[in-house]
């Protein structure tokens, strides 16, 4: 009888051994479960995967917020805010709210919460929200004066606002603020203040931010595009050209800087190479209008006429006039007859003048004369207006709204003669072209081409 009372004690005791693991777990899950997802998202992070790593932050709020554990449901909150702001989901507007409220509740620094007030305030003018960004921003001001999110957003409403110069001033403090206080989002700083210096054109100091803004890890591809944009507009190809290559390494997908690459290598008159850049697969997949001009003149420059023709056709909504300009010249170079553009010429001043140069209307005019003229527009508006009317030009002064871009012009004129075999004023033209460097002005690189094949005659 005593053994079978103990047998029956044993189912008893068996139960302890379950009823201790499954507390110890609960209390593992509760001390390391927030934190174990919070390092799942960290790595998915790493790796560049936004939509698995905000799963794995949603986890961890969930988890801290079932346990109570606050610090663990801040620390995810503040991973999932900056996860979401670079998804662009709205919901990060709410999940600033979110941390504020819980910030404000565990007794927080008011430093802390100005951060997170004026990250609010960032995201809201990042979206339009100029009205409501502009109040969150002096909210965080108001408990600290120099947070650099409120900063940033209050130089995004400027900018939105249009007073450029005051933006400047306002992501400089954001900047100086940020290095400070060691702070998050330098790089970031440092690209909105490059964005407000193009727009006033100060790109020298625009590309000194770009690159900080890239050594502070700011790699993605607008950062890229703005910063080649830069070095063309300083005139320093070399620069431009590696930074394309650099970008093009680090994403190869990336279709567009093929592009800057071919244009810059136009500029420096390495037609061949620019044509072997468009070639590779990965620049095919280029979806954007102006990628068709860009090959065209590519192609242009190289002497494979019948492709560049496709190309300016299909890139013509990009740049009506020179499509139609440029198509014409090929026509010319396999010596039609006939200029026959499948094509509608547009009635601006531009295209109007372009279709007059090339049919030869203007071949009488003397390249001198020409060149004198744009010379006479920086000296006085009113010989200059003048003078248009005695060449019969002077539709190019009354479109209102619409500069004359004089190198475009001079091409114009000097490809035509170059076609016809007038050389010494097409030369004279069309070195006045390639001496004005205006490297984002199609005509540039194929005056390049027109002068080279000049000199070989």
């Not at 507390?23 to 939509?51: K, M, P």
């Not at 979206?127 to 108001?142: F, H, N, Y």
């Not at 590779?280 to 192609?299: H, L, M, N, R, W």
């Not at 075999?421 to 072209?433: I, P, S």
Request: include cysteine; aromatic fraction near 10%.
């Amino acid at each position: 009888m005593a053994e079978s009372a103990k047998a029956r004690k044993l189912p008893k005791a068996a139960w302890v051994i379950p009823i201790v693991l499954l507390l110890a777990l609960v209390v593992l899950t509760a001390l390391f479960g927030a934190r174990f997802y919070t390092i799942l998202g960290n790595n998915a992070l790493e790796g560049g995967d936004l939509v698995s790593a905000r799963r794995a932050y949603s986890r961890s709020i969930r988890m801290s917020t079932f346990f109570g554990n606050a610090d663990a449901r801040v620390n995810a909150l503040r991973k999932l805010i900056e996860v979401e702001a670079q998804l662009g989901l709205e919901t990060s507007v709410e999940r600033c709210r979110q941390l504020r409220a819980l910030l404000e509740k565990t007794g927080a620094e008011d430093e802390e919460i100005a951060e997170v007030i004026g990250r609010e305030a960032w995201l809201l003018a990042k979206s339009g929200r100029t009205e409501m960004a502009t109040v969150c921003a002096r909210d965080a001001t108001k408990l600290d004066e120099e947070c650099p999110n409120a900063l940033h957003a209050l130089g995004l409403v400027s900018l939105a606002n249009e007073n450029d110069m005051k933006a400047v001033e306002y992501f400089e403090r954001a900047i100086y603020s940020a290095k400070q206080r060691n702070s998050g989002h330098l790089a970031e700083h440092f690209f909105a203040r490059a964005l407000a210096e193009i727009r006033i054109d100060n790109f020298r100091r625009a590309q000194r931010d770009l690159e900080l803004a890239v050594e502070s890890g700011k790699t993605d591809r607008r950062t890229w595009q703005l910063l080649v944009k830069c070095y063309i507009k300083l005139q320093e190809l070399s620069k431009a050209l590696n930074a394309a290559e650099r970008a093009i390494h680090q994403d190869e997908g990336f279709s567009a800087m093929y592009f800057n690459a071919a244009s810059v290598l136009l500029a420096q008159g390495e037609f061949a190479a620019a044509l072997q850049m468009l070639e590779k697969p990965q620049a095919k997949k280029a979806d954007f209008t102006e990628a068709g001009i860009t090959y065209a003149v590519s192609c242009h420059c190289n002497g494979i006429f019948d492709k560049a023709r496709r190309f300016y056709a299909r890139g013509y909504p990009a740049d009506p006039e020179f499509a139609a300009l440029a198509y014409s010249l090929t026509l010319l170079e396999n010596a039609e007859a006939e200029i026959d553009v499948p094509m509608e010429w547009p009635e601006t001043a531009r295209g109007r003048f372009f279709f007059r140069a090339v049919t030869g209307e203007y071949d009488d005019i003397a390249a001198s004369d020409f060149i004198a003229l744009a010379d006479l527009k920086e000296i006085s508006e009113e010989r200059y207006a003048a003078q248009l009317d005695e060449l019969g030009l002077g539709y190019l002064a009354q479109e209102e709204g619409l500069p004359v871009a004089w190198e475009e012009l001079m091409f114009a004129l000097g490809a035509r003669l170059a076609c016809i075999g007038r050389t010494a004023h097409a030369k004279e033209l069309l070195e006045r072209v390639a001496r004005s460097q205006k490297y984002f002005y199609w005509c540039y690189p194929l005056s390049l081409w027109y002068s080279a094949r000049l000199e070989q005659k």
